[in-house]
């Protein structure tokens, strides 16, 4: 399971095409690179140099066209005099230990080297080409790869005669210029805390030790009815609920829709009242054939009662862990300047996201987006799993999640490659002490030492991606430094205004099977 705090990124790093080979052929695996943050050594930046002295390179033809949004399409073609000298080289080498009957080792003709090791020649000729041209490929194009190209290994052939020609699409990363965000402009929430504030808070605390009391008259806003509902669509019953206690507050806030003007349905009526309203049915609803339909609710008032609150006393306040109403006051005032300096970090980070986004107005391959996606997807469900939530609740997120994932995965695509080129451009790096003070971090939030969170982080290869999101963090935290910050008065909360109880309008749906087929790891 993934270390909470830590995002998986499903995009491909930089890598060389070779490596491609290397994978399929089975070889060796593809190790991946840390993305976002490449760190380029003396010996790497002498690699190439080193490589055109050990071998000479082929006088390749390589044709590279753009077929879509990031995607490529390459046709590289590798001259016959190319393959013959790599065979003349292999065979050279194999000559040496070749075992062939009648003969000492490394003594037999080339020619029965050749007959008799025909196969095996041919397997090293086709991977010294594919891997050599790839990799010389890689070094001449000026695009990076962020997956792997579309091409079936097994399928190539190299041919007895001719050039050998072979060709792949490959997804790419994007190629965009960096607007200037010197100066924009970002609102910052004031963080100042009134007294009506205080005193609802207040209000809201005496209310949990307040009693509820049968009331005979007439309901008003504010109090507590019980009521029974049955809902209709075209007159047919899709779901009833034989009672539900809440409050009459502004907002009916059911699992799958919402009701306005709550404290005014029954207001001024009596117990046995009934009342119909029309409800328009949420489209991210559980029941599909219901989303954005508009369904009738029948409520009836089986009872109705009123809070009486208590007065804020010693004993009240002892119970609310303070000694006198001025500290009671300081903590609420402590409480939501916290809040305020959380809603207004959000709220900066939210704007730059969504310039960033706005601000890209190049596309991206919808095979990429979509892969995205669902790997964010299984990834959701499967820790939803692990953590013991039942197939429907498990369903329902599912439901929620798909309504709007294809445009979010697009937009955090879109700010991850604007942030990574920021980083780069400005040589935001990220250090190992940071890496450490954030796994700290980590395990005092989780109660996990911090050894183990390491573990677990390394476990499912994810240092390199604590890294990438770390420096995308400091990529944000950069732009915000160079914007224009304007103050607003933060919105008002909706604690007071709704009423939410665990019901849906529309009914549970049978709940579709989990897939079960990967195993959960042992932490």
Known sequence: MVCAGVREKDIRPRFDLAEVFLSQDGRNAVTERPMSTDVTTEQDANEPEEAAENGSR?????????????????????????????????????????????????????????????????????????????????????????????????????????????????????????PDFTGIEIEEYSTEVSDEQIDGAIERYISRHGQLVPHEGKAEAGDYVTLSAKFLRDGKEINDIDEFTARLRPVLRFRDAELTDFDKLFEGEEIDAVKEVELKVSPEAEKIELRGETVTAKFTLLDLKRLELPELNDDLLEKMGVESEDELRKNIRDSFERQAMYQQRQHTRDQVMNQLAESANWDL???????????????????????????????????????????????????????????????????????????????????????????????????????????????????????????????????????????????????????????????
Request: some cysteine; proline content about 5%; charged content about 35%.
């Open 365 to 523: 391959p919808e095979k990429l987006v979509t892969r995205q996606t669902e790997n964010a997807m299984r990834r959701e469900m499967l820790e939803m799993q692990q953590a013991g939530y039942s197939p429907a609740e498990i369903h329902a997120r599912e439901n929620e999640l798909r309504q709007n994932a294809i445009s979010e995965t697009r937009d955090a695509l879109k700010q991850h490659f604007i942030l990574d080129r920021i980083a780069e451009e400005n040589e935001i790096i990220v250090g190992d002490e940071e890496i450490e003070q954030e796994m700290m971090l980590m395990a005092l939030q989780s109660g996990e030492s911090p050894r183990r969170v390491r573990a677990k982080l390394q476990k499912n290869g994810m240092i390199e991606n604590l890294a990438a999101q770390l420096r995308e963090r400091k990529a944000v935290d950069w732009l915000i430094g160079k914007a224009k910050m304007k103050s607003v008065p933060a919105p008002a909360q909706d604690v007071d205004r709704i009423e939410a109880v665990s019901y849906s309008v529309c009914g549970m749906v049978d709940p579709a099977p989990v897939d079960a087929g990967e195993e959960s790891e042992e932490e």
């Open 58 to 178: 082929f006088n390749l033809s390589i044709d590279v066209s753009d077929i879509g949004p990031c995607l490529k399409h390459v046709r590289i073609t590798v001259p016959r005099a190319d393959i013959d000298n790599c065979y003349e080289e292999i065979i050279e080498e194999l000559k040496d230990t070749a075992q062939v009957p009648g003969f000492r080792s490394g003594h037999a003709p080339k020619e029965l080297v050749q007959r008799r090791y025909k196969d095996e020649l041919d397997a090293q000729v086709k991977q010294k080409v594919l891997f050599d041209s790839l990799e010389q490929m890689s070094e001449e194009q000026d695009f990076e790869p962020i997956n792997e190209p579309d091409l079936d290994v097994a399928s190539l052939e190299i041919p007895e005669e001719g050039d050998f020609e072979y060709e792949f699409d490959v997804e790419v990363r994007p190629e965009f210029k960096l």
